[in-house]
């Protein structure tokens, strides 16, 4: 049953549940930040000149680096390696499985007693997971949501990771005061609770029609199709849009499968599979180097260091701009498309972190009230527009800009630039920092900006379409970047239009089996069968009754 309608078309209850359930997995990033400042975490594993006194203590850049950065080696080897695990044992399996291996690390982590390197290897065994989960759960959301409601629930990944950072910190703050190891041990335990409701809340919910229909199992898949959209599952055989979206699926597949999808294959120039390989790639790289990580990582000692009492309290200020502001980015990315807002974003984040930079640079912010608040403030606007585009825009694109034949493999790809990075800005920022103080604002300023003008040359925007015609979009070689919000699929005068389509579709309008007809035809010819022409319309006669025989 239809809960709501988008753009006209019913959302269902298992299409909400999908996307709350499968973004169930931020709460690592956000507690290590406060972690490394808690008196007992300190007594533990820090490096003390007196014994038991913690005013003696510090970590050294290299342990307190390890510390932070070995989650996103394990990140990094586990984006690599999901890839695999989610093509064979699908998408919710997979996601299950790497639930039970990041627990695993929580409780490696919470076990140890005197020896930072166990604390540290138990977070690479997190990491594990979490890299896993980062190439599985965006590909699952995005092979499964409606493709007019595609990008707000794919952001949810982002909005929980926001949710976790932000209740890490709330924990953190009310445990720094108890006494003893349990300060930091349910602040890291408490992750437990996150990876059982999805390890388990996931197996309930509709396996990625997209895969199912990769393995031949188009009966299921059609299910799944009509319980995520909202449809009785007994009116699946009669329902045009259900069918429609199975019968791109099947030509797709049908198409892909006669070659053997490797890892080679995503460096291919064809079909642009190399430019969209390097193009996630980069993309997650700058989502990184907007700096985003800079405040969430040591956000408690840069805001200690300008002064500012409890920087706890700072923490949470800006994990609640973070949270807040990523409801305002899921309607930001599905309302103005994904390129507008990238643009736009990378540009206003360029210019607070000038301002931050600019402002600690100029006059020393420990002696200064005003210029600590102002940095404070330019965070704040900063998170503002991350939290708006690139927070959940890039996590959007990496589940829609690739084919199905190697989607996992690319989506894989671009996690692991994503958290590579991650791990380059965690381990060495101690050391830039050090260095070159708050003028490390300059460097990201740059990067957001380069960013943008990236957005503007290469990305090609794929909001309203589902992703098989994104596909087509990609390989449409008189359809550029900067064109392509204009683009739609042959039968289509624009993308408008397309959207009209849907939603007469789903009000059973009988021209939208013309529509259909018009695309499949386009889909046959692109594939090098005109002669199938017939024979795939009259397949879709035979299951929905809505198509021509002919064309």
Known sequence: MALFYAQGVPIGFIAIMLAVLASMGGYDTGQISDILL????????????????????????????????????????????????????????AMSAECVIFIVGVIVQITAEHAWAQFAVGRLISGLGVGALSAAVPMYQAETAPPQIRGTLTATYQLFITFGILVAYCISIGTRNVSGSGSWRIVVGIGI???????????????????????????????????????????????????????????????????????????????????????GMTLQMFQQLTGANYFFYYGASVFKSVGIQDSFVTQIILGAVNFGCTFGGMYVMEKFGRRYPLIIGGVWQSIWLFVFAAAGTAKDPTQNKGIGILMLVSACLFIFGYAMTWAPGIWILTGETFPTRTRSMQAALAAASNWTWNFLLAFFTPFITRAIAFRY?????????????????????????????VDMMYCDPSCKPWTSRNWAPEGFSSRAELVEQSKAAEAGKGFAGDEESRIEHKNVIANGDEDGVKEVNGNVKGTNGFANEKV
């Open 441 to 469: 604002g300059f460097v990201f300023a740059a990067c957001n900006l380069t960013g943008a003008v990236i957005v503007y040359f290469f990305l090609y925007e794929s909001s309203d379409l589902s992703l098989e015609s």
């Open 193 to 279: 609770l996150w990876a059982l409701i999805l390890g388990i809340g996931i197996l309930f919910m509709p396996e990625s029609p997209r895969w199912l229909a990769k393995k031949g199992r188009f009966e299921e898949a059609k299910v799944a199709l009509a319980r995520s959209r909202g449809i009785p599952t007994h009116e699946a055989d009669d329902n045009f849009k259900v069918h429609r979206e199975l019968t791109d699926m099947r030509t797709a597949i049908e198409h892909e499968s006669a070659i053997q999808a490797t890892w080679a294959d995503c460096f291919r120039p064809q079909n642009k599979q190399l430019y969209r390989t390097l193009l």
């Open 38 to 93: 808690m008196d007992d975490f300190l007594l533990r594993f820090a490096q003390c000149s007196t014994p038991g006194d913690v005013g003696t203590c510090n970590f050294s850049i290299v342990r307190e680096g390890l510390i932070v950065a070995l989650l996103s080696i394990g990140t990094l080897i586990g984006a690599l390696l999901g890839a695999r695990v989610a093509d064979v044992l699908g998408r919710r399996r």
